[in-house]
T-cell receptor, first 115, second 111 residues
């Protein structure tokens, strides 16, 4: 079974621009979560989507948004980019079961550099 | 609130055992996880343990959980150079389905 895929792998953007990142979960997984990884703040939870609805959200400004499609693929968008948004953005997928162990499987990440 | 702490660095010789430690604060944590991150890569789920267990073994990996002290450890037997990476422990907020990660322990394996 293919793992979580993320595109693009690398992005360079300028301050003030916006960016869209894409994530395809493992086949059959319906929950998709996004995390930001930076040297200073470590790994932080952005949001989680299930059945095309944002089910949970972390403590990030409204410039960070996302959506999920009917095939469970997800996108996240960052508007009005700031230098501090430079990070590795990781997507994780999870299988929803009646007895969950909440395992999350991560993709390779998208490395965003804001100049 | 939730907080997960790890030591930053561990160096071992090839063939030795490695023990990576982690402490967490959320006593309601149901599952605790260990992830591995190699340079330029995402996170690889290594193993996890349910909070009502004391120990879980999976090939070269042994997870020990001391729930009273909120202490989690990962032991890697016969450590190889390919084990060099950053190891993260994490706990899950099941309500938010959000993982809280430690800062990661960089494991360096000397040949």
């Amino acid at each position: 079974k293919a793992g979580v895929t993320q595109t693009p792998r690398y992005l360079i953007k300028t301050r003030g621009q916006q960016v869209t990142l894409s994530c395809s979960p493992i086949s059959g997984h319906r929950s998709v979560s996004w995390y930001q990884q930076t040297p200073g703040q470590g790994l932080q939870f952005l949001f989680e989507y299930f059945s095309e609805t944002q089910r949970n959200k972390g403590n990030f400004p409204g410039r960070f948004s996302g959506r999920q499609f009917s095939n469970s693929r997800s996108e996240m968008n960052v508007s009005t980019l700031e230098l501090g948004d430079s990070a590795l953005y990781l997507c994780a997928s999870s299988l929803e079961t009646s007895s969950p162990s909440y395992e999350q499987y991560f993709g390779p990440g998208t490395r965003l550099t804001v100049t | 609130g939730e907080d997960v702490e790890q030591s930053l660095f561990l160096s071992v010789r090839e063939g030795d055992s490695s023990v990576i430690n982690c402490t967490y604060t959320d006593s309601s944590s149901t599952y605790l996880y260990w992830y591995k991150q190699e340079p330029g890569a995402g996170l690889q789920l290594l193993t996890y343990i349910f909070s009502n267990m004391d120990m879980k073994q999976d090939q070269r990996l042994t997870v020990l959980l001391n729930k009273k002290d909120k202490h989690l450890s990962l032991r890697i037997a016969d450590t190889q150079t390919g084990d060099s990476a950053i190891y993260f422990c994490a706990e899950i907020d099941t309500g938010r389905r959000a993982l809280t990660f430690g800062s990661g322990t960089r494991l360096q394996v000397q040949p």
